[in-house]
């Protein structure tokens, strides 16, 4: 299959590769806004949180995403640390896995492609997912002949619709109740080593 690169991949990237042979990250494609790309959403004590890394001003007009430079102008380092700690500091398995998982966000990347990708191994080793996994040499604009399942046109963030059949345990489900379409890193430190369990269940409900 092939995915668009991610911060934090959402949940149905990763249900989606539980049933993948092989994994492509575009990386030559024009680099688009107000996607996944360089944003997550997590669940906090508020509800549904976007984190987002900023990137270096005018450098996203018909650039290519593997040019596409992080902007360390600000503080959003500190930020999504704190953001993510205060969300999962009480999940069951946050003191497992916080540092492995947040240990990107302590690096200074120069281009948002690495920061991802690294993210994403990180989680792959977490999970144990053992497929070839690399990223385009060029832009294909239609995977349909290729026996490629392409994901890198999906809705944006806030337009899609999730079904999960199966919810999970989630922090502040009592409160707000359960919410889909959030970054795997709140299955992580909510279900640990059930996660892939879950993801594969998952699968089928995006069926």
């Given at each position: 299959?092939?995915?668009?690169?991610?911060?934090?991949?959402?949940?149905?990237?990763?249900?989606?590769?539980?049933?993948?042979?092989?994994?492509?990250?575009?990386?030559?494609?024009?680099?688009?806004?107000?996607?996944?790309?360089?944003?997550?959403?997590?669940?906090?004590?508020?509800?549904?949180?976007?984190?987002?890394?900023?990137?270096?001003?005018?450098?996203?007009?018909?650039?290519?995403?593997?040019?596409?430079?992080?902007?360390?102008?600000?503080?959003?380092?500190?930020?999504?640390?704190?953001?993510?700690?205060?969300?999962?500091?009480?999940?069951?398995?946050?003191?497992?896995?916080?540092?492995?998982?947040?240990?990107?966000?302590?690096?200074?990347?120069?281009?948002?492609?690495?920061?991802?990708?690294?993210?994403?191994?990180?989680?792959?080793?977490?999970?144990?997912?053992?497929?070839?996994?690399?990223?385009?040499?060029?832009?294909?604009?239609?995977?349909?002949?290729?026996?490629?399942?392409?994901?890198?046109?999906?809705?944006?963030?806030?337009?899609?619709?999730?079904?999960?059949?199966?919810?999970?345990?989630?922090?502040?489900?009592?409160?707000?109740?359960?919410?889909?379409?959030?970054?795997?890193?709140?299955?992580?430190?909510?279900?640990?080593?059930?996660?892939?369990?879950?993801?594969?269940?998952?699968?089928?409900?995006l069926r």
């Amino acid at each position: 299959m092939i995915l668009p690169t991610a911060y934090y991949p959402p949940l149905h990237h990763f249900a989606e590769i539980t049933a993948s042979e092989k994994l492509l990250v575009e990386q030559h494609e024009t680099y688009p806004k107000q996607t996944y790309r360089n944003r997550c959403y997590i669940y906090s004590a508020n509800g549904i949180l976007p984190l987002s890394i900023p990137v270096e001003r005018g450098s996203f007009h018909k650039v290519k995403l593997r040019d596409i430079k992080i902007d360390y102008s600000g503080k959003w380092q500190k930020e999504h640390l704190n953001a993510i700690r205060s969300a999962y500091n009480s999940s069951a398995f946050f003191e497992f896995y916080a540092d492995e998982v947040m240990k990107p966000l302590h690096l200074n990347y120069k281009f948002l492609i690495d920061m991802n990708m690294d993210i994403l191994d990180t989680i792959f080793s977490i999970l144990e997912i053992d497929i070839p996994t690399g990223k385009t040499t060029s832009f294909i604009k239609d995977y349909g002949n290729n026996n490629y399942k392409d994901l890198r046109y999906e809705p944006e963030p806030g337009k899609q619709i999730f079904h999960h059949a199966h919810g999970y345990f989630q922090v502040f489900g009592s409160r707000h109740g359960f919410k889909a379409g959030l970054s795997i890193i709140d299955l992580l430190f909510n279900m640990g080593p059930e996660s892939w369990s879950y993801l594969k269940t998952l699968n089928q409900d995006l069926r």
